[in-house]
């Protein structure tokens, strides 16, 4: 099945600072999210961009699918940014009609501190 | 309500036992999602649903694993008898209907607070 890695693994951050999360995969997608897990567990759907860039206020998102990679950039990060990223894609070699499989990246774990 | 609920919030069972796991979307949202997120295998991807269709099972681990959707609303995740590795968040989302497969994934899904499973 298809791969995905995520990097760093975990990543400190001063308030404010800007920061790049990586996700590598290993096979053309046709579907490309970007979640993110607070500390207390509450999930929340970021993007889905199986190609192009995307943004929604300090963050966007950029996906490179010729070079199988998507990156998600945090912009003037808070502490509410900290939790867990994933990256989840499905490949294309697993799609058909109504089909929908995510595979997920065990995540970027960021922490901001004040 | 107005966003996604989930029964139990916890559940503690017995290895061998039957369990049932709920999930309520918001009110109008056609897809529905289950995910389980455990310390060993990360975050999954169990099953989604179209309406009361599931058109790709693929993803439930096992043979025990069943899920059904009624009246395009309410959700259950069955598990039949319980083994310890089965021990796990289980979480559900749900989002407006989808266009086509192009649109699957393009609607924000809505996750609810997840239901903790400690099988013993």
């Known amino acids: 099945g298809i791969q995905v890695e995520q990097s760093p693994p975990d990543l400190i951050l001063q308030e404010g600072a800007n920061s790049t999360l990586r996700c590598n995969f290993s096979?053309?997608?046709?579907?490309l999210q970007w979640f993110h897990q607070n500390p207390w567990g509450q999930l929340i759907n970021l993007f889905y961009?199986?190609?192009g860039t995307k943004q929604n206020g300090r963050l966007s998102a950029t996906t490179v699918a010729t070079e199988r990679y998507s990156l998600l950039y945090i912009s003037s990060s808070q502490t509410t940014d900290s939790g867990v990223y994933f990256c989840?894609?499905?490949?294309?070699?697993?799609?058909?009609?109504?089909?929908?499989?995510?595979?997920f990246g065990k995540g970027t774990k960021l922490s901001v501190i004040p | 309500g107005a966003g996604v609920s989930q029964s139990p919030s916890n559940k503690v069972t017995e290895k061998g036992k039957d369990v049932e796991l709920r999930c309520d979307p918001i009110?109008?949202?056609?897809?529905l999602y289950w995910y389980r997120q455990s310390l060993g295998q990360g975050l999954e991807f169990l099953i989604y649903?179209?309406?009361?269709?599931?058109?790709?099972k693929s993803g439930l681990p096992s043979d025990r694993f069943s899920a059904e959707r009624t009246g395009g609303s309410v959700s259950t995740l069955t598990i039949q008898r319980t083994q310890q590795e089965d021990s796990a968040v289980y979480l559900c989302?749900?989002?407006?209907?989808?266009?086509?497969?192009?649109?699957?994934?393009?609607?924000?899904?809505?996750f609810g607070p997840g239901t903790r499973l400690l099988v013993l």
């Open positions: 989302a749900s989002s407006p209907t989808p266009g086509g497969l192009a649109g699957l994934g393009g609607e924000t899904q809505y």
């Open positions: 096979d053309s997608v046709n579907n």
């Open positions: 961009i199986p190609s």
């Open positions: 989840a894609v499905e490949g294309v070699a697993y799609s058909g009609a109504g089909s929908y499989q995510l595979t």
């Open positions: 009110s109008g949202h056609t897809a």
């Open positions: 649903f179209q309406g009361n269709s599931a058109p790709d």
